[in-house]
Antibody, heavy 125, light 109 residues
Framework: EVQLVESGGGLVQPGGSLRLSCAAS????????MSWVRQAPGKGLEWVAN????????YYVDSVKGRFTISRDNAKNSLYLQMNSLRAEDTAVYYC??????????????????WGQGTLVTVSS | SSELTQDPAVSVALGQTVRITCQGD??????ASWYQQKPGQAPVLVIY???NRPSGIPDRFSGSSSGNTASLTITGAQAEDEADYYC????????????FGTGTKVTVL
């Protein structure tokens, strides 16, 4: 069974740091792009970051650039998100997701599947 | 960065058809994918690519696209389809940035 399990969430003060982990199982982790997506309480989904299969390319939403770092350890089938200089607006449930990418009729096509159950990060004093 | 706009809410009578739309410039270049999210649960992929359903997704869910608009259609809506639905596509910049739509709350009457 393909599965993603996040951990590491919790309560942190503004300006603090937190490291999220995502353990993958049931598929060849090193063959896929991976992503972090977050959802603030009562709000919609927001893509946060992507990482290529070998970790050589990383992309971030503008609001976290310079503060968050996505990384992976293919030997441990694990994805990480190091979050520094946390702000109240970073409060959200953070999901990790696998990102299959293929070409369909000349068009690059990607999707997020599966998703983990999410881990809650609360930034508050 | 790109934006994807969805109607905030739609309602549909049990057994009827509802179409959810997603508008954005990036959809002229990339296919949308669609996600269903029920309260307190993680999102679930329902449509990806041109019109593909993952295993386990009922065939009453279908997708289409024209110009800058992608659509998710539920034909014969069931009570269990009541949920939030989000579209997603790659950012029009061409990088591996992604953007989610604003979300549509579907109520089944």
């Amino acid at each position: 069974e393909v599965q993603l399990v996040e951990s590491g969430g919790g309560l942190v003060q503004p300006g603090g740091s937190l490291r999220l982990s995502c353990a993958a199982s049931g598929f060849t982790f090193s063959s896929y792009w991976m992503s972090w997506v977050r959802q603030a309480p009562g709000k919609g989904l927001e893509w946060v970051a992507n990482i290529k299969q070998d970790g050589s390319e990383k992309y971030y939403v503008d609001s976290v650039k310079g503060r968050f770092t996505i990384s992976r350890d293919n030997a441990k089938n694990s994805l990480y998100l190091q979050m520094n200089s946390l702000r109240a607006e970073d409060t959200a449930v953070y999901y990790c997701a696998r990102v299959p990418i293929t070409m369909v009729q000349g068009v690059i096509t990607n999707w997020f599947d599966p998703w983990g159950q999410g881990t809650l990060v609360t930034v508050s004093s | 960065s790109s934006e994807l706009t969805q109607d905030p809410a739609v309602s549909v009578a049990l057994g009827q058809t509802v179409r959810i739309t997603c508008q954005g410039d990036s959809l002229r270049s990339y296919y949308a994918s669609w996600y269903q999210q029920k309260p307190g649960q993680a999102p679930v992929l329902v449509i990806y690519g041109k019109n593909n359903r993952p295993s386990g997704i009922p065939d009453r869910f279908s997708g289409s696209s024209s110009g800058n608009t992608a659509s998710l259609t539920i034909t014969g809506a069931q009570a269990e389809d009541e949920a939030d639905y989000y579209c997603n596509s790659r950012d029009s910049s061409g990088n591996h940035d992604y953007v989610f739509g604003t979300g549509t709350k579907v109520t089944v009457l």
